[in-house]
């Protein structure tokens, strides 16, 4: 395995690392304050105007759809190569949207462009690549275990040329985004079919279809997420062309596994990123703070807990890039044990780190905002794209199965 950065990618880096020192770092209090400005004149959801200013500078600057490998529109890195940027986005949360790399438009998007028709392709995938509107992915039901996908209740069925669509959905990352114009909506079109994973379809659906609505945002551990939030969204006899339909019936738990991989990998890769970060506020704060007669770097505990941060950050950056190596070489699904491990110890060790970050700052680390925002991210995508038990059964069977006797033919 050989994860040393090519030429291209250090480019990329050095100019991401500029870009951010420039534009993203110095203005995150700016940005949070839009957003607090907004909420007090009765809208939370409008998009911040810094946003729109440093998408037009990351798109001149070349800095854009760095995650797409497959379209002209993308940068065309492999899954290693983008590792390290993304891991840079993920060092300020809001940071991805600025590159048009940020959850769930880049599953999306990928989604779009693997399974879309030509015509889905120019309607919805080309504004998305071009940061013209955002997007949202309808699969969650507060109703049943969604866990298990194929628990999903909401019934896409056919109706001459178009499909109806009726259920409720929630933790729909993106619903309440005033710029969302489209749903990737996943329900069942065949309910009675033997096979469990062929029941379902993915379809898309125009957020202005008449029968769309949206209930209610959904807050993280007390943080809305404004201006992107999640949401829960009720589909009440939603009429669709038949041709919105993705890849044909009954293939939706296919797609969801091929978008599903990537958008864990991404969100592990960022995760790296906040921690880090967390890490050097960690560290600062320690050797700024005097308790007790000493810095509070010198106590033995902090030493040990930096020293096991650094350890934990390690361990899951060559996870990542272990698993993003397999996914560039053998596949998703080969690399399907390398997916789910990275999910489970990326969320886990991030929300370690944070936490200790937190602990070092004392009672400021309560107040800190980017320390309680990044622990909540962090412990919500422990549950996100799969929780931790599901990931960890999986492991599991797949580790077993080496150890199984084989059936005789």
């Known amino acids: 395995m050989d994860f040393q950065y090519s030429p291209k990618v250090k480019e990329l880096q050095a100019r991401l690392n500029a870009f951010m020192d420039e534009h993203?770092?110095?203005?995150?209090?700016?940005?949070?304050?839009?957003?607090?400005?907004?909420?007090?004149?009765?809208?939370?959801?409008?998009?911040?105007?810094?946003?729109?200013?440093?998408?037009?500078?990351?798109?001149?600057?070349?800095?854009?759809?760095?995650?797409?490998?497959?379209?002209?529109?993308?940068?065309?890195l492999t899954n290693l190569e983008y590792a390290p940027l993304c891991e840079i986005m993920g060092r300020a949360g809001w940071s991805a949207e600025v590159f048009n790399c940020s959850a769930?438009?880049?599953?999306?998007?990928?989604?779009?462009?693997?399974?879309?028709?030509?015509?889905?392709?120019?309607?919805?995938?080309?504004?998305?690549l071009n940061g013209e509107i955002r997007s949202c992915f309808a699969m969650t039901e507060p109703e049943v275990a969604s866990s298990d996908a194929t628990n999903i209740e909401s019934?896409?069925?056919?109706?001459?040329?178009?499909?109806?669509?009726?259920?409720?959905?929630?933790?729909?990352?993106?619903?309440?985004?005033?710029?969302?114009?489209?749903?990737?909506?996943?329900?069942?079109?065949?309910?009675?079919?033997?096979?469990?994973?062929?029941?379902?379809?993915?379809?898309?659906?125009?957020?202005?279809?008449?029968?769309?609505?949206?209930?209610?945002?959904?807050?993280?551990?007390?943080?809305?997420?404004?201006?992107?939030?999640?949401?829960?969204?009720l589909f009440e006899n939603v009429r669709v062309p038949?041709?919105?339909?993705?890849?044909?019936?009954?293939?939706?738990?296919?797609?969801a596994q091929g978008r599903l991989g990537p958008g864990r990998i991404h969100h592990c890769m960022r995760l790296i990123g906040l921690a880090e970060r967390a890490l050097e506020k960690m560290c600062k704060r320690a050797l700024g703070r005097v308790a007790f007669g000493r810095p509070v770097a010198d106590q033995t505990v902090t030493l040990e807990r930096i020293a096991e941060a650094r350890i934990l950050i390690d361990q899951a950056r060559f996870l990542v890039l272990?698993?993003?190596?397999?996914?560039?070489?053998?596949?998703?699904?080969?690399?399907?044990?390398?997916?789910?491990?990275?999910?489970?110890?990326?969320?886990?060790?991030?929300?370690?780190?944070?936490?200790w970050a937190i602990q070092v700052h004392g009672g400021g680390g309560m107040a800190d905002e980017f320390l309680a925002h990044a622990y909540a991210s962090a412990r919500s995508l422990r549950i996100a794209d799969g929780p931790d038990e599901v990931h960890r059964n999986q492991i599991g069977?797949?580790?077993?199965?080496?150890?199984?006797?084989?059936?005789?033919?």
């Open 155 to 233: 019934r896409i069925t056919r109706d001459g040329d178009h499909y109806v669509i009726n259920g409720r959905k929630w933790w729909s990352s993106g619903a309440n985004d005033p710029r969302c114009k489209v749903f990737v909506f996943m329900g069942k079109t065949d309910p009675d079919n033997p096979d469990k994973h062929k029941q379902q379809s993915m379809i898309v659906v125009p957020r202005d279809t008449p029968g769309v609505t949206i209930l209610r945002h959904l807050p993280v551990l007390g943080f809305d997420d404004a201006p992107h939030g999640h949401g829960e969204v």
């Open 397 to 409: 069977k797949l580790e077993l199965s080496k150890y199984k006797p084989k059936k005789a033919h």
């Open 104 to 128: 769930p438009d880049t599953g999306n998007m990928e989604t779009l462009e693997r399974y879309a028709s030509e015509e889905i392709k120019r309607q919805w995938l080309t504004p998305l």
């Open 322 to 355: 272990n698993a993003a190596q397999m996914m560039d070489t053998v596949g998703n699904k080969a690399a399907l044990k390398e997916i789910g491990m990275i999910k489970v110890a990326a969320p886990n060790m991030a929300c370690q780190v944070i936490d």
């Open 242 to 255: 038949a041709t919105n339909i993705l890849l044909g019936e009954g293939r939706g738990f296919e797609i």
């Open 24 to 76: 993203i770092y110095p203005n995150e209090a700016r940005f949070h304050q839009e957003i607090a400005d907004n909420r007090r004149n009765g809208d939370a959801w409008v998009p911040t105007k810094l946003m729109e200013q440093l998408k037009d500078k990351a798109r001149a600057a070349g800095l854009w759809n760095l995650f797409l490998p497959e379209s002209d529109k993308g940068a065309g």
